[in-house]
């Protein structure tokens, strides 16, 4: 039975057979997984090609240059690992997680698809500096964007292109974030939710004390 969803997602990111034939084993080993892992919201299973893997292709359009990509809480590989399976010759990505159980699924996922992603099982604040000049950090539901940039500072004051899908609350955090940052960004629609955004960060300084 063909999934109508997951034909229309397809289409719109203009994939190779391959590249699908990649992301149907993806998604086959999150529905495997997420009866003992617990790797995403139960209720997003039934949307898994709208909600997780359309929202994370989305991405690649909006930095069609990189081929660096550095994903925090990479959790169940949303965007960071359907990032690596679709992204195209010499695209790589890090994947960082604290979790084991869910750097388990990463890694075993990546090797069955040939994704191009390693897999940090660190926290944050331990590998960031490894990372100085990748193209582009990314994380998705991970934390406020405050303390998004406080991690990945060492990054975007550096060059690196920030990329960070939000809900409705982003005005919010932008102005928490405001407190403490002077942000050079760019708030663009998602086109999988009509009320999402995404920051794109292309400066960022300290507010001066």
Same mark, same amino acid.
């Given at each position: 039975?063909?999934?109508? *969803? ?10 190779? @057979?391959?590249? &699908? ?10 529905? @495997? ?7 995403? /919201?139960?209720?997003?299973?039934? %949307? ?22 550095? *994903?925090? /809480? ?13 992204? /195209? ?7 960082? %997680?604290?979790?084991? @159980?869910?750097?388990? +699924? !990463?890694? $075993?996922?990546?090797? !069955? ?16 500096? =490894? ?18 940039? &406080?991690?990945? %500072? ?9 990329? +960070? ?10 102005? !928490?974030? &405001?407190? =403490?940052? =002077? ?9 999988? $939710?009509?009320?999402? =955004? ?12």
């Amino acid at each position: 039975m063909t999934d109508p *969803d997951r034909d229309r997602v397809l289409a719109q990111a203009g994939v190779s @057979r391959e590249t &699908a034939q990649k992301l149907d084993l993806y998604v086959a080993q999150l529905r @495997r997984w997420q009866s003992i892992k617990n790797l995403v /919201g139960p209720a997003t299973l039934a %949307e898994v090609w709208t909600r997780h893997v359309a929202d994370s292709l989305q991405l690649l359009a909006l930095a069609p240059e990189a081929r660096t990509w550095l *994903d925090l /809480g990479s959790g169940a590989g949303i965007p960071g690992l359907i990032l690596a399976i679709a992204g /195209g010759p010499g695209i790589t990505v890090d994947l960082v %997680e604290s979790n084991a @159980r869910k750097c388990a +699924f !990463l890694t $075993e996922t990546a090797r !069955l698809t040939g994704a191009p992603a390693t897999v940090h099982n660190a926290r944050i604040e331990a590998v960031i500096d =490894r990372h100085r000049g990748v193209d582009v950090v990314c994380a998705r539901a991970l934390a406020p964007l405050d303390q998004l940039l &406080a991690w990945t %500072e060492p990054l975007l004051t550096t060059g690196t292109t920030g990329l +960070f899908p939000k809900g409705r609350e982003v005005e919010a955090e932008l102005t !928490l974030a &405001a407190a =403490r940052w =002077r942000v050079g960004h760019a708030l663009l629609p998602s086109r999988t $939710e009509s009320s999402a =955004r995404i920051v794109r960060v292309t400066a960022l300084a300290p507010v001066s004390p």
